[in-house]
């Protein structure tokens, strides 16, 4: 028995493609049209979209629809490619029914777009819609959407929460692609269209997955998702021509070094013929990069580029380029500046088939920060934004934490690039700047645990991913409802209370966590739990500053690191004074003195005590709106989940506890309502 066939019954491997319950939901009107679908043969990926609609049908009506590429004139789904339809070039899908309503057609401007249509007919059949509603069409702006596997040739994921990979183990890759067949199945049902395979952190064999050596079994891989529409790329060790090439150097501007790479591509696309590209981690983190050589990131991404651009292949190049050898002794130095003064400079210089792929924030995926000024300063280069959809610094996937929200704040920021309106989100999608090519990755937080994501109801996040990257102006509510009554059913006391659950679990995280923007008051390494000062004296730039006055982080262009002044105007006014700063941020631009009024009226030190304890109690309110979900629920989803949130109310206690007293014990100040904090 494969690994699908042992998990395929149970609901939380199903995730939101559970078309058993279908059954319920799906509205009778569109019986007669799942009777036979119509599909041209010889399309893989349009016989995936039949297949799934096949399976979806079968779930809600109980028959398996007739597939046949022969029109016979009888009442059914058409399944068609239709270009001229869609000339923009994106992908693009239209869902309409026929004058006399005996067809229901789902056309797309390639076959992609057919499949993506098919699942969004999939989702409105589990969504109860009827035949007379059936009728959308579907664009998305974002060219490359892909999710990114942080998963090392040895099994584990770096900073993954669910499990060993599904990809490999012990150094092998997996022989077992039922999974991966059915991971593929759950990215293309929300628009993924790319799929990184391994880390960014390359180790030793990983190096090795662009040799011969290893290709045939990426191949294999790489044909399942390529049935999905979704393309692979890989993470590369920037000194492969060292480690596996057999050169004496990997200075991107030696012909040799070139030579290498472009072989290496062509080696590459002669096992996968539709092989994506490279994603870069250069000069980050101990990692080798362009630097070591004297030269910068457009010497590197440019070579790599050159090597993949007779294949069609695109360069991912991180942005995520900072010092992390700092002194903490030294105030003047701030992390946040880096991605902003490596980048800035370079802003014309890439290829057009390269796109520096930028993190959300200027730090590193905490609760709360700024959009980085890199969006909105770059103008001339392929962008996209890169977010954590695995629970680094968000809880693990214990904490519940619905991260749409955030997402969709960084995508809705106003850059002022080119005046009022300049979103980021026009900014990634090319509209804003008219680049080529841009769009959003995903740190995956998939695993081998049965759930894929650990905890169940963090499935929420990886759907989230894909439906925000497809269309970003779906909003975090109807994101989170859909994800329910797929899920769910339609019990709406269930969707009602897990849609609110997760619509609140952000702000309840922040609140029992790092306050106003401050970030980073984990445990080192681990990034689970409370420890103020556990990356205070430490080399990684990440500082509060807190004293016995006050705490935050000085970063306006007047008195502090000058990183406010990153900004277009108004942004870098606005965040350069307090009063205008808006408040979730304030820690973040400016160290303030405990006394320091909100416009709440309380104090800084006394918002800090408050928002603990409400967050603490906030913990327990989730856990008991789950708990009064007992028995409406599949009963392993629902202990996964409650087994977590009694996890997630001891956490949030710890954090309380740790946090009030470390600010009381720094000030001397008690909480002015009275409440326990330990002395
Ligand atoms: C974070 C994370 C690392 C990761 C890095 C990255 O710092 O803790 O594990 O490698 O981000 O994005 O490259």
Redesign the pocket.
């Known amino acids: 028995m494969n690994i699908a066939e042992m998990y395929s019954s149970l609901p939380q491997y199903r995730c939101w493609l559970n078309y058993e319950q279908f059954h319920d939901t799906a509205d009778t009107s569109l019986e007669p049209y799942c009777r036979t679908i119509f599909v041209p043969s010889g399309f893989k990926v349009l016989q995936s979209a039949a297949a799934e609609l096949s399976a979806a049908v079968k779930g809600a009506f109980r028959f398996s629809p007739r597939i046949t590429e022969r029109d016979d004139g009888a009442c059914g789904i058409v399944l068609a490619v239709d270009e001229d339809s869609f000339p923009d070039g994106c992908d693009a899908f239209r869902i309409s029914r026929s004058v006399d309503e005996t067809r229901i057609y789902i056309t797309g401007a390639n076959e992609n777009s057919v499949l993506y249509g098919a699942f969004e007919f999939i989702f409105a059949l589990g969504c109860g819609k009827s035949a007379d509603k059936i009728e959308m069409l579907s664009h998305t702006p974002n060219r490359i959407r892909i999710m990114q596997q ?1 998963d090392n040739a040895s099994g584990d994921i ?2 993954g929460y669910a499990g060993n990979s599904i990809f490999y183990k012990d150094g092998k890759i997996t022989s077992d692609f039922s999974r991966i067949r059915d991971y593929a199945r759950l990215l293309a049902s929300v628009g993924i269209n790319y799929i990184s395979l391994n ?3 390359v180790h030793e064999t990983e190096t090795k997955f662009i040799t011969p050596e290893y290709l045939p079994q990426i191949a294999a891989i790489a044909s399942v998702f390529s049935e999905y529409g979704i393309r692979v790329m890989l993470s590369i060790n920037f000194a492969a021509p060292i480690a596996v090439g057999g050169l004496s150097t990997a200075d991107p501007l030696e012909e040799s070094v070139q030579n290498w790479w472009r072989e290496t591509a062509d080696t590459i696309w002669s096992y996968i013929p539709d092989f994506g590209g490279f994603v870069v ?1 250069a000069d ?2 101990g990692r080798p990069g362009p630097y070591t050589y004297g030269r910068n990131h457009v010497d590197g991404a440019n070579m790599l580029a050159d090597a993949v651009a007779p294949h069609g292949g695109i360069v991912l190049w ?1 942005c ?1 380029v900072y010092n992390c050898r700092m002194d903490w002794r030294d105030r003047t130095r701030d992390r946040a500046r880096a991605a902003y003064d490596n980048f800035m400079p370079l802003d014309g210089k890439f290829r057009s088939n390269v796109v520096l792929q930028i ?1 959300n924030g200027p730090m ?2 905490q609760i709360r920060e700024p959009v980085t000024p890199l969006f909105g300063g770059l103008e001339k280069t392929n962008q996209m934004i ?1 977010f ?1 959809v695995t629970q ?1 610094y968000t809880g693990h996937q214990i904490d519940l934490c619905y991260l749409v929200p955030m997402w969709k704040e960084a995508l809705d920021f106003d850059t002022f690039a080119r005046g009022k309106g300049s979103r980021v989100s026009d900014i990634v999608s090319g509209k804003l700047f008219g680049s080529p090519l841009g769009g959003a990755a995903g ?1 995956s937080n998939i695993g081998d645990s049965p759930a894929w994501t650990g905890n169940p109801l963090a499935q929420a996040n990886l759907f989230g991913f894909g439906r925000l990257a497809w269309d970003p102006a779906r909003t975090s509510e109807e994101i989170a409802r859909s994800w329910a009554v797929l899920t769910f059913g339609r019990d709406s006391k269930v969707v009602e209370t897990v849609t609110s659950m997760l619509l609140r679990s952000r702000d309840v995280y922040e609140h029992y966590t790092c306050p106003l923007g401050i970030g980073w008051f984990v445990n080192p390494q681990v ?1 689970y739990g409370p420890s103020v000062d556990g990356y205070e004296y430490s080399c990684w730039g990440t500082y509060h500053y807190a004293d016995l006055h006050g705490i935050g982080v000085d970063r306006t262009a007047a008195t502090g690191t000058g990183y406010a002044a990153q900004y277009r105007q108004p942004n870098a006014e606005m965040y350069e004074h307090l009063e205008t700063c808006p408040e979730e941020l304030l820690l973040f631009f400016h160290h303030v003195p405990y006394s320091y009024r909100l416009k709440s009226g309380q104090t800084l030190l006394q918002y800090i005590y408050d928002s603990h304890f409400r967050g603490a109690d906030e913990a327990e309110e989730l856990k008991k709106d789950w708990e009064s979900l007992r028995g409406r629920i599949d009963p392993q989803i629902f202990d996964e989940v409650e087994k977590r949130l009694t996890l997630q109310v001891q956490d949030a206690i710890e954090w309380r506890d740790v946090v009030n007293t470390y600010f009381y014990r720094k000030t001397g100040i008690p909480d002015e309502k009275g409440r326990k904090i330990y002395p």
């Open positions: 942080w770096e900073r880390n960014v952190n981690k980050s983190e991180r995520f993190k590193d995926f890169e954590q680094e740190v990034h």
